[in-house]
């Protein structure tokens, strides 16, 4: 009872806790120009929103375009979630980035947002198949002093990714772990020239860092002493969260817990009525 009591409440835990790192913000952005309430437009934003979440039950990457008058009013989205999670995490870290861009981009003709296991983006202009390395957030660790040949092996091994094309890379060399990510709509030779790009900005920019992050428009690279996802440049900001959801998942846990234990002694106390009854 009380062994499985226990077990409730780490499984609990973990899955909260998984959760809230695939969900974590990372960054976001809109477009200036804002649409009327009640247009067209808004229509065909809320359509390719809901089928991105529709989408992300059982896919990593899809995307979709509501053709309209006239091409600024066609909007197109997509949707990809990081190649190492499960779909309900994708689905989930989706269904969040869509309702964050909501508040963060009301009523605006474009927006882009990435979670830590997803990235989501409609817009007016066309994106969809076009590759873009513009940079839009980049991260550097503490300095190490000198460059590390482990970190650059990790590098090494996210640009060549063993000769075999992957929109999703991962490895880990010593200490230091490696990620690289492309979206879905980029051919293996715009995802691999995106990838190329990142590690040389890492390199360049973020010279003897512990860890770094280079997120382009279409794809990213980051890399880490001692795990990508363990360490978190949002530390304070998640720390709490991630606290609150502990809590959460224990109390959840000690309060399935009694309530099992009031069923099990409901249940025995029938049982002894029965045998009292009987003699
Ligand atoms: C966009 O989606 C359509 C329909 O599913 C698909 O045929 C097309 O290949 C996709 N385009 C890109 C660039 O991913």
């Known amino acids: 009872m009380v062994l499985s009591l226990l077990f409730l409440v780490t499984?609990?835990?973990?899955?909260?806790?998984?959760?809230s790192d695939t969900n974590s913000f990372i960054f976001g952005g809109c477009s200036r120009l804002k649409f009327s309430p009640g247009s067209n437009y808004?229509?065909?934003?809320?359509?390719?929103?809901?089928?991105?979440?529709?989408?992300?039950?059982?896919?990593?990457?899809?995307?979709?375009?509501?053709?309209g008058a006239t091409a600024s009013e066609t909007v197109s989205g997509?949707?990809?979630?990081r190649g190492d999670i499960t779909n309900d995490q994708c689905s989930t870290c989706v269904e969040r980035a869509v309702s964050q861009l909501g508040t963060l981009c009301f009523e605006t003709y474009g927006g882009a947002l990435q979670l830590e296991g997803c990235f989501v983006k409609y817009d007016n202009v066309k994106f969809v198949g076009v590759e873009d390395k513009t940079e839009v957030v980049k991260k550097c660790g503490p300095l190490i002093g000198l460059t590390s040949d482990a970190r650059d092996n990790v590098l090494a091994y996210l640009e060549?990714?063993?000769?075999?094309?992957?929109?999703?890379?991962t490895t880990s060399y010593g200490d230091f772990q490696g990620v690289a990510q492309c979206t879905g709509d980029l051919s293996s030779s715009e995802c691999q020239d995106c990838v190329s790009d990142a590690i040389q900005r890492l390199k360049s920019e973020c010279g003897g860092s512990t860890w770094g992050d280079m997120y382009l428009a279409k794809c990213y690279v980051r890399y880490s002493e001692g795990g990508v996802h363990s360490?978190?440049?949002?530390?304070?900001?998640n720390h709490n969260d991630d606290e609150i959801e502990k809590t959460l998942a224990i109390l959840i846990g000690l309060?399935?817990?009694?309530?099992?234990?009031?069923?099990?002694?409901?249940?025995?106390?029938?049982v002894c009525e029965k045998q009292r009854g009987g003699k």
């Open 160 to 169: 060549s990714s063993d000769g075999v094309y992957k929109t999703f890379r």
């Open 42 to 67: 808004e229509t065909s934003v809320n359509s390719i929103l809901s089928s991105l979440v529709n989408s992300a039950t059982f896919t990593t990457y899809n995307n979709f375009t509501v053709p």
């Open 231 to 237: 360490r978190g440049h949002n530390d304070d900001e």
């Open 78 to 81: 997509l949707f990809q979630c």
């Open 255 to 270: 309060i399935a817990g009694v309530a099992l234990i009031i069923v099990f002694l409901s249940f025995l106390s029938k």
């Open 11 to 19: 499984i609990l835990t973990m899955t909260t806790s998984g959760i």
